[in-house]
Structure formats: C-alpha cells, structure tokens
C-alpha cells in the first residue's frame, strides 16, 4: 500500500479559493489513479475527484463540477484539488485515496489507501 499525507486545509470564508495537497510515498505513485472524497459531519463520505495515472483523464461530482480542479505532479508524487468559489456546503473532511489500477474510479470502495484528512471549513 502507499501511505498518503494530506494538507493545506483550513478556514476560508465563502467565495475563497484553498488548495489541498496529497504527498504519496513509494516508487510507484504514477501507476495509480487517484481520488478525493469529503465527509460532512452526519454525513456519508462523498465523492469530489479522480485522476488517472497519467493525469490525463479526470471526472468531478456534480456538486464540486466547475468549482475544484484535481491535478497531479508524478515526479512530487503529489496530487492536488484547486477549490475555488468555496461554499459553506463545502465544509468537510477532504481524503485522498489512492488506488492500485490506473483508471480513474467514483466509488470509495475501490480505493485501497486513505490519507488520514484534512479539514476545510467554509465560512459564510
């Protein structure tokens, strides 16, 4: 499994842009899709992003569709979401998770490993 370290939450008011980070370990971070989920509190773990392998190929979740941009640099290891005009809905802990196929995939279950999150609060 590869380990995953989020970051770059926090407290932005409604409107205001964030961009997380997820830092991967291992040598072969470039042959796993990759994916973002958010949970609210009592709420179900919801899916926000997915990259390919190759960062060619992403989907987004209609409720993030036009707002987030999940990006990946393989040579950092790292995949990012750009969250721009943020909502106070937004307000959740954001997970990425890796998986061990190159296809991009909506459905948590697929993914094998989860960072341990990070909080974004949007204020309004």
């Known amino acids: 499994q590869v380990q995953l370290v989020e970051s770059g939450g926090g407290l932005v008011q409604a409107g205001g842009s964030l961009r997380l980070s997820c830092k991967a370990s291992g040598r072969t971070f470039n042959n796993y899709a990759m994916g973002w989920f958010r949970q609210a509190p009592g709420k179900e773990r919801e899916f926000a992003a997915t990259?390919?392998?190759?960062?060619?190929?992403?989907v987004y979740g209609n409720s993030v569709k036009g707002r987030f941009t999940v990006s990946r640099d393989n040579a950092k290891n790292t995949m990012y979401l750009q969250m721009n005009s943020l909502k106070p809905e937004d307000t959740a802990v954001y997970y990425c998770?890796?998986?061990?196929?190159?296809?991009?995939?909506?459905?948590?279950?697929?993914?094998?490993?989860w960072g341990q999150g990070t909080q974004v609060t949007v204020s309004s």
């Open positions: 998770a890796a998986r061990t196929r190159p296809v991009i995939s909506v459905y948590d279950r697929e993914y094998s490993s």
């Open positions: 990259i390919n392998s190759s960062g060619g190929s992403t």
